[in-house]
């Protein structure tokens, strides 16, 4: 029965509030709108949607942007309910908590770290291999590697990580401000890019709107197997293929990756200032102002070049579409845009890890010893170092880059979730007082369930098997520590 049991709310905010255990409240709904654009804005701006629309969707990479888009929106009507209700730490964990009790809680919460993990430990790699093509650019020969005995390490990662892990370990509010300086200039440099994109437009490059559907071209960001086949395919028996209303779903299911920011904002629920009206006002600006930067750079993109010549190119990017029409300056540009991005992203990332390991800590499914926070700074100290050890470990010295996916498959998994917590909570609790309120229950909770499993099935067999591998791990060490050790089966 213990994986059955869940906590009150009361509860979780006493929780919260445990003395050597707490966080400062100091961020207002500005500081959380750019904190979801800083980690939505990264390189999947620049480079994701390059590599849907050669891919798999041609021009109607749009639809699948507006897609994503639109799943992570009544997702995120949902996390806006839970965290204006309940503002305390661990986003998707702490909500399937309240509502679905402590075992699939700890599954969920494992998820978010594979999520944020493997998203920090592949955006710091990235950042990295940006900064040696800038001192390559400048005509500088920097090498990226340095060897430690035997063993090669990519030093990028490990300044980057660094840096804002000594931030974050200093505060919250200051590491806002940084990130928000970083944000802003590289939306500015996004609306460069668009403006410039836009004059170099040419409409024939439309013409087919939603290519259609054809057998795969191998090598060309798709493979024939049944490994790189979409989960529901290879359910069905249907044949592998490429473009159509098929892969504009596929593509949707690959852009979900730029639209992840929005749950590592509501872990930082309880170091908001006035959390009932901050919380829905900083998460839906951030969306709508993300979701409208997708849609420009994705037109400038397919109406630039042809989606077959993106197609054509190993690692298709936004500087791909500018150096084919001749614009090799502005690839110089978006190059010092992409890192401006990475940046912000890597220190959201950071963040949020850190406060998903606190989450668990403080509820005894990983060591309770952990979950202590600076007395001056009230910041997690210790879980902080340990995250930044970790990403920086991965990044530096391992082809983390190859579990790209696996960032989609358990963000959508808590937005499930989290989408049919509502449902119970309102069960539970139809008196609890809010800030924000889901329209159209159970329609709309329901709705996103159900957008969220599809997309999951139109990832690769390859992936779930890696994620199904991922929840045998955390299910062994609940069994082994966590359900023994859990505050709520030793309330001692």
């Known amino acids: ?79 806006a309910e839970f965290a204006s209700s309940v503002p305390v730490t661990g986003s998707a964990y702490t909500y399937t908590y309240l509502t679905m009790g402590e075992g699939l809680a700890w599954i969920i919460g494992w998820n978010l770290l594979l999520e944020m993990v493997s998203a920090g430990a592949v955006i710091a790699k990235y950042w990295g291999i940006y900064l040696s093509t800038i001192f390559a650019t400048a005509g500088w020969d920097v090498p990226s590697t340095v060897y430690l005995g035997p063993v090669a390490m990519e030093w990028g990662p490990f300044v980057i990580v660094a840096i804002f892990t000594a931030l974050l370990v200093r505060g919250t509010k200051a590491s806002a401000r940084v990130n928000n300086v970083f944000t802003l200039v590289k939306i500015a440099i996004t609306l460069f890019v668009i403006a410039v994109g836009f004059s170099y437009m040419d409409v024939k490059n439309f013409t087919p709107f939603v290519p259609p ?30 473009y159509g209303w098929l892969g504009v779903i596929s593509g949707a299911s690959l852009v979900f990756f730029a639209f992840i920011g929005f749950d590592v904002v509501a872990t930082s629920a309880e170091e908001v200032k006035d959390p009932q009206k901050t919380l829905p006002r900083g998460i839906f600006g951030g969306l709508a102002l993300v979701t409208l930067l997708y849609v420009l750079v994705t037109l400038a993109l397919t109406g630039m070049v042809p989606y077959t010549e993106l197609a054509k190119a190993e690692n298709p990017s936004l500087a791909t579409a500018f150096v084919s029409v001749g614009a ?132 690769t067999t390859l992936t779930w098997l890696r994620f199904i591998g991922w929840m045998a791990i955390g299910l062994l060490i609940y069994l082994a520590y966590g359900m023994r050790h859990s505050r709520l089966a030793r309330p001692q």
């Open 213 to 242: 559907a054809q057998p795969p071209v191998i090598g060309h960001g798709v493979t024939g197997d049944v490994w790189g086949q979409p989960m529901l395919a290879w359910l069905f028996g249907a044949q592998p293929s490429q």
């Open 328 to 459: 090799n300056w502005a690839a110089q540009v978006i190059a010092v845009g992409v890192l401006m991005g990475l940046t912000t992203v890597v220190m959201v990332l950071l963040m949020g890890s850190a406060r998903v390991l606190l989450a668990l800590c403080r509820d005894g499914l990983l060591p309770r010893s952990w979950s202590v926070t600076s007395s001056t700074h009230k910041t997690p100290v210790r879980l902080q170092l340990l995250v930044g050890v970790v990403i920086a470990g991965l990044a530096g010295f391992t082809k983390v880059e190859l579990l790209e996916e696996m960032i989609n498959i358990g963000t959508l998994s808590a937005f499930v979730l989290v989408s049919l917590g509502i449902l119970v909570l309102r069960k539970k609790r139809p008196d609890l007082k809010t800030g924000y309120r889901v329209p159209l229950v159970p329609v709309l909770p329901v709705v996103s369930a159900l957008l969220c499993s599809y997309l999951m099935l139109n990832l």
């Open 1 to 79: 029965m213990q994986w059955l049991k869940t906590k009150t709310i009361e509860q979780a905010l006493a929780d919260s509030d445990e003395p050597g255990r707490q966080l400062q409240r100091s961020l207002g709904a500005f500081d959380l709108m750019i904190l979801g654009v800083a980690v939505a804005v990264g390189a999947g701006i620049f480079s994701v949607g390059a590599r849907a629309a050669g891919s798999f969707a041609g021009p109607a990479v749009i639809f699948s942007f507006i897609l994503a888009a639109a799943t992570c929106a009544v997702a995120t009507m949902c996390y």
